[in-house]
């Protein structure tokens, strides 16, 4: 049997193709959409997998460091370490800004690691060029994705360190690549002060009978020492010795160092569950719409091509030809044409858009395998309307009058 | 009239009902025996269309008794399940265009009868090929339909009617497109081909050119048929 709908599109091979071109281009907007959610996802594990922690310590009662702001005495890692079943800890802080070198800037996330050796919570896994940070301050050891090169200058607040190593896909769950600089460094540009803000808080602090008291010497240069040190952490890094469950050693930290903990599947949760929860709603609402627009095109284009050929339709159930012979017709082109706009969609995800897109496109193949199962029913749900008023054409209409 | 052939006999027609019911056809009597090519002629609006469509089975008459092919097909209703097998099977249609189907090519225009009746392609492909050697169109088998002169197509139009060799063909102004010489080509391959085949054919016609040539005539006016003897010379 000739195969109806294979010779009709041969017979405009031209009209289709640019149409499949016009709808792969969707499509590919789409897949790109789910490779942006998926790339998020993939960011956050990332963010743990390279912490290298099991547990996270953390100011109690929040959801830090990641999600919220979280600030811990920074002594505090000597009584964790000091638990049953905690192998190493670590402190670790965490700050977003904009790194400067040069005339430009960066945004990334500065992430203070204790000194330590490669393997402590915190430090990046491996490196792909130069080396750890082996100096107590103004190194560094950068992403790639950040744009900087070994031996860089970058300015982090007013002090400037040098990029002694580089790593690959070390990223917030943002998608901002990660700098890693000691952490006495790191805490100091959290809380460092411009040279006016210090005179200013010194005098006020000068003023203040409390703390200016002529029969108390030193007072005031201890309240003044105190304000500009920062003795705090984000959170403390946690590897638990093998052979102990994770939840029963977080249980006991929580219990006796009134901290709050949490474990990895827990901080997971946080990072999915609540972190890009509200990016990964409109990026779903993003999919439903496209997928909504694709399939009104596809419904369109079917029913335009349909109606196109209603006297050559008329003549085909005049000469005897079967209602699912026609049927079929139309979906086979339905089908074909979502093909053709997968094939040109999956390219344009995969070499147009996902390499020249700020964020991390992640395609994975089950999502290409999801994204071929929905473009089908996609198609097949289009090209109902266009069946529906194809089956209603009157064979008479073949004979006019 | 041996039951072969095209027997018609008080077919009538009527559209909507009451005070604006309108009678299509009131009484229609035809015969057209097998290998005979009858001409029916009217005025606009005088039911040659509504006869051909009933004929055709793709309205239902209100009344009568149609017999195509030997078969009664009609007595006050349809005696036939599956119209579109009768029509595919029984029935031969020509139109005024040609309307063959523009992404197929010439020989699979033809060829897709026989093949929607289940006939294996290449037996298909063959019929096809043996009437385009009868109707002179065989250099063009590969052509597509928008590569054909008007005449061309107007005789793969008449193949594909006849590939299913079915007893009945309705032709509907199948000249109207033709110049004269054309036109009563035409007409002379239905005829050789309705004597061969051993096919009723009925030409549907407004064209001087080939009222001549019928030998008989059928005329209708207001939904009734009176029959006339024509000339029957084919120039």
Same mark, same amino acid.
């Given at each position: 049997?000739?195969?109806?709908?294979?010779?009709?599109?041969?017979?405009?091979?031209?009209?289709?193709?640019?149409?499949?071109?016009?709808?792969?281009?969707?499509?590919?907007?789409?897949?790109?959409?789910?490779?942006?959610?998926?790339?998020?996802?993939?960011?956050?594990?990332?963010?743990?997998?390279?912490?290298?922690?099991?547990?996270?310590?953390?100011?109690?009662?929040?959801?830090?460091?990641?999600?919220?702001?979280?600030?811990?005495?920074?002594?505090?890692?000597?009584?964790?370490?000091?638990?049953?079943?905690?192998?190493?800890?670590?402190?670790?802080?965490?700050?977003?800004?904009?790194?400067?070198?040069?005339?430009?800037?960066?945004?990334?996330?500065?992430?203070?690691?204790?000194?330590?050796?490669?393997?402590?919570?915190?430090?990046?896994?491996?490196?792909?060029?130069?080396?750890?940070?082996?100096?107590?301050?103004?190194?560094?050891?950068?992403?790639?994705?950040?744009?900087?090169?070994?031996?860089?200058?970058?300015?982090?607040?007013?002090?400037?360190?040098?990029?002694?190593?580089?790593?690959?896909?070390?990223?917030?769950?943002?998608?901002?690549?990660?700098?890693?600089?000691?952490?006495?460094?790191?805490?100091?540009?959290?809380?460092?002060?411009?040279?006016?803000?210090?005179?200013?808080?010194?005098?006020?602090?000068?003023?203040?009978?409390?703390?200016?008291?002529?029969?108390?010497?030193?007072?005031?240069?201890?309240?003044?020492?105190?304000?500009?040190?920062?003795?705090?952490?984000?959170?403390?890094?946690?590897?638990?010795?093998?052979?102990?469950?994770?939840?029963?050693?977080?249980?006991?930290?929580?219990?006796?160092?009134?901290?709050?903990?949490?474990?990895?599947?827990?901080?997971?949760?946080?990072?999915?569950?609540?972190?890009?929860?509200?990016?990964?709603?409109?990026?779903?609402?993003?999919?439903?719409?496209?997928?909504?627009?694709?399939?009104?095109?596809?419904?369109?284009?079917?029913?335009?091509?349909?109606?196109?050929?209603?006297?050559?339709?008329?003549?085909?159930?005049?000469?005897?030809?079967?209602?699912?012979?026609?049927?079929?017709?139309?979906?086979?082109?339905?089908?074909?044409?979502?093909?053709?706009?997968?094939?040109?969609?999956?390219?344009?995800?995969?070499?147009?858009?996902?390499?020249?897109?700020?964020?991390?496109?992640?395609?994975?193949?089950?999502?290409?395998?999801?994204?071929?199962?929905?473009?089908?029913?996609?198609?097949?749900?289009?090209?109902?309307?266009?069946?529906?008023?194809?089956?209603?054409?009157?064979?008479?209409?073949?004979?006019?009058? | 009239?041996?039951?072969?052939?095209?027997?018609?006999?008080?077919?009538?027609?009527?559209?909507?009902?009451?005070?604006?019911?309108?009678?299509?056809?009131?009484?229609?009597?035809?015969?057209?025996?097998?290998?005979?090519?009858?001409?029916?002629?009217?005025?606009?609006?005088?039911?040659?269309?509504?006869?051909?469509?009933?004929?055709?089975?793709?309205?239902?008459?209100?009344?009568?008794?149609?017999?195509?092919?030997?078969?009664?097909?009609?007595?006050?209703?349809?005696?036939?399940?599956?119209?579109?097998?009768?029509?595919?099977?029984?029935?031969?249609?020509?139109?005024?265009?040609?309307?063959?189907?523009?992404?197929?090519?010439?020989?699979?225009?033809?060829?897709?009868?026989?093949?929607?009746? =289940?006939?294996? $392609?290449?037996?298909?492909?063959?019929? !096809?090929? @043996?009437?385009?050697?009868? #109707? *002179?169109? &065989?250099?063009?088998?590969?052509?597509?339909?928008?590569?054909?002169?008007?005449?061309?197509?107007?005789?793969?139009?008449?193949?594909? =009617?006849?590939? $299913?060799?079915?007893?009945?063909?309705? !032709?509907? @102004?199948?000249?109207?497109? #033709? *110049?004269? &010489?054309?036109?009563?080509?035409?007409?002379?391959?239905?005829?050789?081909?309705?004597?061969?085949?051993?096919?009723?054919?009925?030409?549907?016609?407004?064209?001087?050119?080939?009222?001549?040539?019928?030998?008989?005539?059928?005329?209708?006016? *207001?939904?009734?048929?009176?029959?006339?003897?024509?000339?029957?010379?084919?120039?």
């Amino acid at each position: 049997m000739i195969s109806l709908a294979g010779r009709d599109i041969m017979h405009a091979w031209g009209k289709f193709v640019f149409t499949g071109v016009g709808l792969g281009l969707l499509i590919g907007v789409t897949l790109s959409m789910a490779g942006i959610y998926r790339g998020m996802v993939d960011d956050g594990k990332v963010l743990l997998d390279n912490s290298g922690a099991d547990l996270w310590v953390v100011q109690k009662d929040t959801l830090g460091p990641y999600a919220e702001s979280s600030s811990i005495y920074e002594d505090t890692w000597r009584a964790v370490a000091g638990m049953r079943g905690v192998e190493r800890v670590a402190n670790v802080t965490y700050l977003t800004m904009q790194v400067r070198k040069g005339d430009r800037d960066v945004r990334a996330m500065v992430t203070g690691v204790t000194a330590g050796a490669p393997g402590t919570p915190g430090w990046p896994p491996y490196l792909v060029a130069g080396r750890q940070i082996t100096r107590g301050h103004y190194e560094a050891v950068a992403d790639i994705a950040s744009g900087f090169s070994l031996g860089d200058r970058l300015r982090i607040r007013r002090n400037q360190y040098t990029v002694v190593g580089l790593t690959r896909r070390m990223v917030s769950s943002n998608g901002d690549p990660m700098v890693f600089i000691p952490l006495k460094d790191a805490q100091e540009a959290q809380f460092l002060k411009d040279n006016d803000a210090i005179h200013q808080q010194r005098r006020r602090t000068a003023a203040n009978p409390a703390f200016n008291r002529p029969q108390v010497p030193g007072l005031l240069d201890a309240v003044i020492d105190s304000q500009s040190t920062n003795p705090y952490v984000n959170a403390i890094l946690v590897q638990t010795a093998s052979g102990h469950d994770d939840e029963e050693v977080a249980e006991s930290i929580r219990r006796w160092q009134r901290l709050t903990v949490y474990t990895r599947s827990q901080m997971e949760e946080i990072l999915l569950g609540k972190l890009i929860a509200t990016s990964a709603k409109q990026i779903g609402m993003f999919l439903v719409i496209l997928s909504i627009v694709s399939a009104a095109i596809v419904a369109f284009i079917i029913y335009t091509l349909t109606l196109g050929k209603i006297r050559e339709i008329a003549v085909l159930k005049l000469i005897g030809t079967r209602n699912r012979t026609i049927a079929a017709m139309i979906l086979q082109q339905a089908i074909a044409l979502g093909a053709i706009g997968f094939v040109v969609g999956k390219i344009t995800a995969t070499l147009l858009m996902a390499p020249i897109f700020p964020k991390y496109v992640l395609l994975e193949p089950m999502d290409s395998v999801r994204g071929i199962i929905a473009v089908v029913v996609i198609c097949v749900l289009s090209s109902i309307i266009a069946i529906r008023a194809a089956l209603k054409v009157d064979p008479a209409e073949a004979i006019g009058g | 009239m041996t039951g072969k052939g095209i027997l018609i006999e008080g077919l009538s027609k009527r559209y909507g009902s009451g005070d604006t019911a309108v009678d299509a056809l009131k009484k229609v009597d035809m015969q057209v025996a097998p290998g005979e090519v009858v001409g029916l002629i009217g005025p606009s609006g005088s039911g040659k269309t509504t006869l051909l469509k009933a004929l055709g089975a793709v309205i239902e008459p209100t009344s009568g008794r149609m017999t195509l092919g030997g078969e009664v097909i009609y007595d006050d209703r349809w005696l036939i399940k599956d119209l579109r097998a009768l029509r595919r099977d029984k029935i031969g249609f020509v139109f005024q265009a040609p309307y063959l189907i523009p992404f197929l090519n010439v020989t699979d225009n033809v060829a897709l009868l026989p093949m929607l009746a =289940g006939i294996p $392609n290449a037996e298909a492909r063959q019929r !096809a090929t @043996e009437l385009f050697q009868a #109707l *002179d169109v &065989e250099h063009r088998a590969k052509a597509m339909p928008s590569q054909l002169s008007g005449g061309e197509q107007q005789r793969v139009a008449i193949a594909r =009617g006849l590939v $299913n060799r079915p007893p009945v063909i309705l !032709a509907d @102004e199948p000249t109207a497109p #033709l *110049d004269s &010489e054309r036109a009563l080509a035409v007409i002379r391959i239905l005829n050789d081909m309705a004597r061969k085949l051993e096919t009723a054919i009925i030409v549907v016609t407004h064209d001087e050119k080939i009222i001549p040539t019928f030998k008989r005539i059928y005329h209708i006016r *207001d939904g009734v048929t009176y029959e006339e003897a024509g000339e029957g010379v084919l120039l």
